[in-house]
């Protein structure tokens, strides 16, 4: 049996929470909820969450500052809600590592269809009826510029062997550009290979995600050797990519 996802929703309006929390349960989750950043923290020592739904705006710690505290040593799945067009909260969300944003108000429905794709981006749900899951044997490994990438296990690990801590638009990301080494992709093209139809026009996220990746993967991200810039065109990683296993 699959384990039931545990979500956990913070944020300081108790009607906002109530909703959520009911709603969510009645859609097959698990539900704890946290009106602030202590309570936050708290319920991340005491329970395995697998998703944070996290509001921007709340008093004390915000929600910007707790995702950047969750980020130091983990890449649990956040989406954080943000004010409606507070477009540069949003830029700054994804800077400090969460996974997507959806601006209030929202549809309730929207937010699940969320938490639902990035949830299967970073395996903690199986994939839905006409979704590719991993093969028999876990899936393929990449392996680029001395990095491997894992797409069983979804992890990536550095020439020294250590796992880099990667949030799931990160990993999707990286992964659309070693499964098309050194071809141009559009930031249209990414956004669609990503995130699908939960992209908005004008979207900025891979832009943020990819400056993310870079200080990441890169010796020096402000001169990129891996993933490089191509004017007016996109991105394109511009490492030899080979297949485990694949003869040479």
């Known amino acids: 049996m699959e384990r039931t996802p545990h979500l956990l929703v913070v944020d300081d309006d108790r009607e906002i929470r109530t909703l959520l929390g009911r709603f969510l349960g009645q859609h097959g989750f698990r539900v704890s909820l946290a009106a602030e950043g202590r309570e936050m923290m708290r319920a991340l020592e005491e329970k395995a969450i697998d998703l944070v739904v996290l509001d921007l705006m709340m008093p004390g710690e915000d929600g910007l500052s707790l995702c950047r505290r969750v980020r130091v040593d983990s890449a649990l799945p956040i989406i954080m809600l943000t004010a409606a067009g507070e477009d540069i909260d949003r830029i700054v969300g994804l800077e400090m590592g969460a996974d ?43 392996r680029f510029a001395g990095f491997e990438l894992d797409t069983g ?9 250590a796992e880099l801590p990667l949030t799931a638009g990160e990993y999707d990301l990286l992964l659309c550009l070693v499964q098309r080494p050194r071809r141009v992709l559009s930031r249209d093209q990414l956004l669609d ?7 908005a026009p004008f979207d900025r996220s891979i832009d943020v995600q990819i400056g993310r990746l870079r200080k990441k993967i890169e010796a020096d991200p402000k001169e990129p050797s891996l993933i490089k810039t191509v004017r007016g065109g996109g991105y394109l990683l511009a490492a030899e990519v080979t ?6």
């Open 100 to 142: 997507d944003y959806l601006p209030k108000p929202f549809n309730p429905r929207e937010l699940l269809a969320r938490i639902r794709a990035v949830l299967r981006r970073h395996a903690a749900l199986p994939p839905l009826p006409g979704e590719a899951g991993p093969d028999e044997n876990g899936g393929p490994r990449y």
């Open 153 to 161: 296990g979804r992890t990536v690990r550095d020439p020294d062997g």
């Open 193 to 199: 290979l990503t995130r699908g139809r939960t992209a």
């Open 243 to 248: 297949r485990a296993g694949d003869t040479q």
